[in-house]
């Protein structure tokens, strides 16, 4: 069915409550392993239902957020369902404490439990209102975001729209591009200090009610770190402090030499190559059709996965007015079949969606086929990122499709861009931590801190008096920060199981591509650490994977350099 025919109803939440009761109580009435077994299918098709039309009316919503029905409908979603919260952890509870645990956990997977068990730890009814709030505040964020209409050059732009300024080979356009977003988070200054700290303030006073000292512990319970701790995540960072940061600075020397610019600015940092950065050739229709070809070739499954894209119209990728900003994959269950949002803007980042968001939506494609439990269909974030970014490398004999005679230049910034781009996660997620260990925090102690870790991660950034960036509030225009606490050290962790996956397929791309296909079948039916393990790849947390994952990738870039 095309997304377009996806009827919406608004769901009846007093019927599900009322259902999710009555299944709890045949859940505990249940007499065997396999009665409850078939119980909790039950379950799992009703949260589908609703999962399906909350995601309908928040798809629809992001495409138009000037939209009144929808914005309605995702408001209305937004303050319903964390109420569903008492009455789904109830029914988990009765499962996990049944006396036919042990067969439960053979039947639908012991890792569900352990899951179980650690959301429990993050959820009181006491804190349902709360939800509600941080669900409001976090929705207020991106239609702020989306309202931007910003004068540039004779037009009125979006923030992706100023994408390819940023990348002009005229050096004052670059900067006069990051002056002009500038001015819209200026102008807006006040509005964007109060959500964010109201945000802190909500999630703080959450974590507390909870029994926890911080919103950082909350905050690793909600991201689903079922196998390692905020300690571990903190050494992962000193690792890529230590052994990858002065990678970084090489490969800005490079590109400054590259440039002929001896004074490294912010707003160099968007352009590779002097006569411009690689850019896809042709319009948005032929893009797509670029991509379709790359996965009907890539593989059988491939293949399926594109005819359903394309045959049901599961992609908004224009970049346009009111549009929110970003990009995402989600999934409709009730359909079998994901969907893909984004802002074309005319640079790579446009190929690198239809590998990107594309490898997100293919591993639900797969998973879908092969993980029986819903709930363990995807993996924790790091996994989940891990399908993603390793198809960007994984695509790599046909970028050619898409870059033409500037495939060279795309595969080289894009290996540096990965390398760069580490660090820089490390730093969202740094400031993070320092934000919610200290939430009395003022908005321009939070700007401070932004510019004190910015010296740590990327001591290459000089930001040259630019308004905005300068002031230390450039972390404003990272809507993670915003919407998904924490969720950012998952790409770097991913980052580097994807340049694992490009280094062997350099070796033996056949077996490169059966190990990504493994981890892809697996689901979310192991934690992201046995997952690399299960297919003989490295932990980005075990001891020495950065310095030599990243070192790897480094000769590869400075044996393939392009002027």
């Known amino acids: ?32 392993a396999e009665d409850q077994t078939a119980v909790y299918r039950e379950y799992e098709t009703l949260i589908s239902h609703l999962s399906t039309q909350t995601t309908l009316a928040y798809v629809r919503h992001t495409v138009d957020t000037n939209d009144k029905f929808y914005e309605e409908e995702n408001d209305y979603n937004d303050q319903q369902t964390p109420l569903m919260e008492e009455k789904v952890k109830t029914f988990q509870k009765a499962l996990m404490d049944s006396p036919f645990r042990g067969e439960l956990e053979n039947l639908l997977g012991s890792l569900l439990f352990q899951n179980m068990e ?52 005229d050096r004052a356009t670059r900067r006069a591009a990051l002056e002009a977003e500038g001015s819209f988070f200026d102008q807006h200054r ?28 909350l905050g690793a319970i909600r991201r689903q770190r079922n196998c390692y701790t905020p300690a571990d995540v903190a050494s992962f960072r000193q690792q890529v402090v230590r052994d990858l940061v002065p990678l970084t600075v090489k490969i800005k020397e490079r590109r400054a030499k590259r440039l002929g610019i001896s004074d490294f600015k912010f707003y160099d940092n968007g352009l590779n190559f002097k006569d411009g950065s690689a850019t896809p050739q042709g319009t948005p229709e032929e893009i797509l059709a670029a991509g379709q ?83 363990l269909r995807c993996p924790s974030m790091e996994g989940a990122e891990t399908h993603s970014m390793s198809m960007e490398f994984l695509t790599e004999p046909w970028h050619h499709l898409f870059f033409g005679d500037m495939t060279e230049k795309y595969e080289l910034s894009h290996a540096e861009d990965a390398l760069l781009f580490i660090p820089y996660g490390c730093l ?40 905005f960036y300068s002031r230390g509030a450039g972390w404003q225009r990272q809507l993670h920060i915003y919407l998904y606490p924490f969720y950012y050290i998952d790409y770097c962790m991913a980052q580097v199981m994807s340049l694992q996956y490009f280094a062997l397929s350099l070796q033996d791309r056949d077996a490169a591509w059966k190990k990504y296909m493994a981890f892809l079948r697996l689901g979310g039916t192991k934690t992201f650490v046995d997952l ?17 994952v990243c070192q790897a990738a480094f000769q590869w870039t400075e044996e393939h350099l392009v002027e």
């Not at 429990?120 to 929705?139: D, Y």
Request: hydrophobic share 35%; charged share 30%; aromatic share 12%.
């Open 190 to 217: 006040e509005e964007f200090d109060q959500l964010f700290d109201k945000l802190v303030k909500n999630r703080t006073e959450q974590a507390k009610k909870l029994g926890f000292e911080s919103f950082v512990e």
């Open 293 to 375: 070809t790359m996965y009907e070739e890539l593989s059988p499954e491939t293949r399926d996965f594109i005819h359903l894209m394309f045959e049901n119209d599961l992609f908004d990728v224009l970049a346009k007015e009111g549009k929110a900003p970003g990009g995402y994959c989600t999934g409709l269950p009730d359909y079998g079949c994901p969907f893909i949002f984004s802002n074309f803007n005319g640079t790579s980042s446009d190929v690198d969606v239809l590998t990107h968001e594309a490898g997100h939506a293919f591993a639900d494609f797969i998973a879908t086929e092969t993980v029986k439990t819903h709930a």
């Open 1 to 32: 069915m095309k997304f377009s025919e996806m009827p919406y109803t608004r769901p009846d939440y007093a019927a599900i409550s009322e259902k999710l009761d009555k299944l709890t109580q045949q859940l505990r009435d249940a007499g065997s």
């Open 428 to 467: 969202v997620d740094h400031f993070q931590e320092e934000v919610y260990r200290h939430p009395e925090m003022t908005p321009e102690e939070r700007n401070q801190t932004w510019l004190k870790l910015e010296k740590l991660y990327r001591p290459y950034i000089d930001f040259d008096n630019l308004p």
């Open 532 to 548: 690399a393990h299960s297919v003989d790849l490295r932990s980005p947390i075990d001891e020495g994977c950065v310095k030599d």
């Open 118 to 169: 650690l959301e429990m730890k993050g959820f009181s009814p006491e804190i349902v209102p709360l939800m509600q709030e941080e669900n409001k505040l976090a929705s207020d964020y991106q239609k702020l975001y989306a309202s931007a209409q910003i004068p540039f050059m004779g037009k009125t732009v979006t923030v992706a729209q100023l994408g390819p300024y940023k990348e002009s080979t």
